[in-house]
């Protein structure tokens, strides 16, 4: 009867050692899937970069506090376009593996599907996977599978992420000509408009208005400004070629009654 209860105690003790194994385990699982994607301080960070598919890299740098884009436009950056890039790296993965553990190619790695750099951080984003849509993510550490929820955003087209005012980046307009007649009037509705998006250029109308901006120290924007067909303005900036949809209640603000009423018949 002893030694049986000696077994007994000793098997007892493996099972609750065993246990307490697989329990420290999952504990470990658990906390390291609490963990973001990559440790980067994105405050730091002052230069990114995003390449997918076949779509022309676009490259981001922070000046004085603030984020530019480099390529393909040289223009101001949409501050919330960066912020949601760089929230990516702090994601929470759902799994973990070894860098070894699946053939590249076979879940889109080799080459990756996208590509982002956040300053020396290299992120490359493969397939999803067949069971929960999660998407393959390669690290320095490994790969991990991160919930798709910013598929959009590695996609997204550059003139999307473009700063969405219509007079950036001059810090304020002062001179406002339409059709090369004065109207200082107008500067401060020019300084603040911005547009719901920005878009690829489009060819202008014909009797198009031409807009040109300009600030204290010189620089100026030209605009060539047309109603389309299906009642939105347009305003295409000469250069970079950018496209800015505007609604009629802000073409009311920012053009002179006469001009105003010569663009929405042509």
């Known amino acids: 009867m002893r030694r049986r209860t000696r077994q007994n105690l ?14 420290l385990v999952i504990q470990r699982e658990q906390a390291s899937l609490g963990e973001p994607l990559a440790m ?9 970069r995003v390449r997918a598919g076949d779509k022309p890299s676009r ?24 912020a949601r890039l760089l929230a990516i790296a702090s994601a929470t993965p759902r799994q973990r593996y070894a860098a070894d553990r699946f053939e590249a190619a076979r879940i889109g790695l080799a080459p990756p599907q996208a590509l982002l750099e956040l300053g020396t951080l290299r992120l490359e984003f493969g397939i999803t996977d067949a069971i929960r849509g999660d998407r393959y993510v390669r690290t320095a550490a490994g ?16 003139e999307s992420e473009i700063d969405h005012r219509l007079a950036a980046p001059l810090a304020a ?10 109207h200082p ?9 911005t547009t719901s998006q920005v878009v690829a250029p ?65």
């Open 10 to 23: 000793v098997l007892g003790a493996v099972v609750a050692l065993a246990a307490l194994a697989v329990g």
């Open 40 to 48: 980067v301080d994105t405050a730091s960070v002052t230069h990114l």
């Open 59 to 82: 490259a981001f740098e922070r000046r004085d506090g603030q984020w530019w884009m480099s390529e393909p436009y040289r223009m101001p950056a949409h501050e919330d376009a960066v």
């Open 143 to 158: 790969i991990a599978l991160l919930p798709d929820r910013f598929s959009g955003w590695l996609l997204a087209p550059a």
């Open 173 to 182: 307009v002062t001179d406002v000509r339409i059709d090369g007649q004065a």
């Open 185 to 193: 009037d107008l500067a401060a509705a020019w300084s603040r408009v």
């Open 202 to 266: 489009e060819a202008p109308a014909a009797g198009a208005v031409t807009v040109e901006l300009a600030d204290a120290q010189g620089n100026r924007i030209v605009f060539r400004v047309w109603r389309r067909d299906d009642g939105r303005y347009v305003a295409l900036r000469e250069a970079p070629a950018l496209v800015y949809p505007l609604e009629e209640p802000q073409m009311q603000q920012l053009l002179p009654a006469a001009a105003g009423a010569a663009t929405a018949t042509r």
